[in-house]
């Protein structure tokens, strides 16, 4: 049973120390360095029915609960990964991470919400919800859904007003490319970004011109580049910059903010970043491939190693990473997501002979916590607090579920981790939690370890095992207006008044 893969397995730890499915577990989190997004402290935690009740330092516990050590490590908030594709239909197959593994994989890696991205069905909105309830039942941690939307009529306009005032989703993605499936036009984008405003629901954009990369793709085939390599050639970063400064202008033109998924060329981070000065509200979300590997893998000999790396956008050339990294450092970018999207070796071989039949898609909803630990904290581009606010607490504010999420304080979930800084890290395939027969990451061996995961009061990850139950994982609901629609009105108001009264004419009579 999928239960078994991580339960049944021998991990004695679940009885000796009390750990049990249920959330009532009393834990004390003794001594170590609690870290939020605007300090950090040395507390303890005290965590009592899956919630925070106490943050400060010498708590008093009795016998009945558990105690783990954490002096000289970090206590911080779980991950929130803001963008992953689990047990989504796409480009004629199936990701190979469901609800149960790659929350699995998420767990062992530090991670404890995800959101991911609903699909409609046949455009519509409410069957599409449906599947993913269905799909999402064996969550063994909490989760919430944003929702795609790939048509445009009156019945997906109310849907939507469902989704927003009664299903607890708060922002829409629009796909600019996959021309044939998922794509949209400019004129939906306009009409739908309206009706984001008026909900109070974010617009987040897939920013890609997708018929300037259609012509691309034939562009590489009549020249009879079909490899891996051609994906890369087909959507070079002009196209990315176009389409983010194109939907940047355009929420602009509505006024309201706009959040553009995988950033991974400099073109749309100057995009984003000029947007960002001129006052627009934009947010800006890098992937944790696009900071740390480059295209080079594309042009790997072996097919598959070559197409694992396939993903849209592409991993870029060297610099863009590196000019992104700088980015989130500045705060240019804000928060980092990983578009965990896997398919194995099989899936990917349809594209053996023709790199447009390669499904897209990359791993790293297990590896992002700690590739953004080594490549950025520990390379001294970033505090440890604004880890917490890249890898969470941001997430949680944009998306209006913040402090339940994104915060160690009295009255949060207790969603935490152990990160131990002197501790070191070696991913593989061959050790991961996730289905996927790969890794994009394989071999990265690197400093800062997340020794414990915490997961609604209940220690998921111990000693290198998991325990983890199918169905644990709860529906979060996310509510509208968040921060990023302060202002929105204002200046609407601001903008109408500029406009001045109507010029009266009069007509000639004859
Ligand atoms: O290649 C990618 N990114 N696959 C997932 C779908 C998407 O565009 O986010
Ligand atoms: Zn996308
Ligand atoms: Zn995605």
């Given at each position: 049973?999928?239960?078994?893969?991580?339960?049944?397995?021998?991990?004695?730890?679940?009885?000796?120390?009390?750990?049990?499915?249920?959330?009532?577990?009393?834990?004390?989190i003794k001594g170590g360095t609690v870290v939020n997004a605007h300090e950090m402290e040395v507390a303890d935690v005290y965590v009592e029915d899956g919630i925070i009740v106490a943050v400060r330092p010498n708590i008093k516990v009795g016998d009945d609960v558990i105690v783990l050590d954490a002096t000289g490590k970090f206590v911080m908030p779980g991950g929130i990964d803001p963008h992953t594709h689990l047990d989504m239909e796409f480009m004629g197959s199936g990701t190979i991470d469901d609800f149960f593994s790659g929350q699995a994989a998420a767990l062992a890696g530090g991670t404890t919400m995800h959101i991911d991205f609903v699909i409609p069905v046949n455009g519509s909105l409410l069957s599409g919800l449906e599947a993913y309830e269905k799909k999402s039942k064996k969550s063994c941690m909490d989760y919430g859904f944003h929702m795609a939307i790939t048509k445009w009529?009156?019945?997906?306009?109310?849907?939507?007003?469902?989704?927003?005032?009664?299903?607890?989703?708060?922002?829409?993605?629009?796909?600019?490319?996959?021309?044939?499936?998922?794509?949209?036009?400019?004129?939906?984008?306009?009409?739908?970004?309206?009706?984001?405003?008026?909900?109070?629901?974010?617009?987040?954009?897939?920013?890609?011109?997708?018929?300037?990369?259609?012509?691309?793709?034939?562009?590489?085939?009549?020249?009879?580049?079909?490899g891996p390599e051609g994906h890369a050639l087909s959507r070079p970063p002009v196209l990315e910059g176009e389409a983010t400064a194109r939907a940047i202008k355009l929420a602009g033109f509505v006024n309201t903010p706009l959040y553009v998924v995988h950033v991974m060329s400099i073109d749309a981070?100057?995009?984003?970043?000029?947007?960002?000065?001129?006052?627009?509200?934009?947010?800006?979300?890098?992937?944790?491939?696009?900071?740390?590997?480059?295209?080079?893998?594309?042009?790997?000999?072996?097919?598959?190693?070559?197409?694992?790396?396939?993903?849209?956008?592409?991993?870029?050339?060297?610099?863009?990473?590196?000019a992104l990294q700088a980015a989130l450092s500045m705060g240019t970018l804000q928060l980092v997501g990983t578009d965990h999207c896997t398919f194995n070796s099989t899936q990917k071989a349809l594209g053996i002979d023709d790199f447009q039949k390669i499904p897209n898609g990359v791993n790293g909803i297990e590896e992002r916590m700690h590739l953004?630990?080594?490549t950025m904290v520990e390379s001294g581009q970033i505090s440890v607090t604004d880890?917490?606010?890249?890898?969470?607490?941001?997430?949680?504010?944009?998306?209006n579920i913040y402090p339940r999420k994104g915060a160690i304080r009295a009255g949060s979930d207790a969603d935490i981790i152990i990160l131990n800084p002197n501790s070191s890290f070696e991913i593989s395939a061959k050790s991961h939690h996730s289905r996927s027969d790969t890794n994009v990451y394989e071999g990265w061996r690197g400093k800062g370890k997340v020794e414990v995961t915490i997961s609604g009061g209940r220690v998921v990850w111990l000693n290198d095992e998991l325990k983890v139950f199918p169905g644990s994982g709860k529906y979060v609901e996310m509510r509208p207006f968040s921060y990023l629609f302060n202002g929105i009105g204002k200046a609407d108001a601001k903008y109408l008044s500029s406009l001045k009264a109507p010029v009266k004419r009069f007509r000639a009579t004859t």
């Open positions: 049973s999928e239960s078994s893969q991580f339960c049944d397995a021998g991990f004695g730890y679940g009885e000796s120390c009390g750990v049990s499915s249920s959330s009532s577990t009393k834990l004390l009529d009156e019945v997906v306009s109310k849907e939507m007003e469902i989704m927003v005032n009664e299903k607890g989703i708060n922002s829409f993605k629009f796909f600019m490319a996959y021309k044939g499936s998922f794509m949209i036009n400019d004129e939906l984008l306009l009409q739908a970004f309206k009706k984001c405003k008026s909900l109070g629901a974010l617009a987040m954009v897939h920013a890609e011109n997708g018929d300037a990369v259609y012509e691309g793709q034939r562009r590489m085939i009549e020249l009879g580049i079909t981070m100057e995009e984003i970043s000029r947007a960002r000065k001129s006052g627009l509200k934009v947010i800006g979300e890098p992937v944790v491939s696009g900071l740390v590997l480059n295209d080079s893998w594309l042009w790997d000999p072996d097919f598959i190693t070559a197409a694992k790396y396939v993903m849209s956008p592409p991993i870029r050339a060297a610099g863009h990473g590196k953004v630990w080594d880890y917490v606010r890249v890898t969470s607490t941001e997430c949680a504010r944009i998306f």
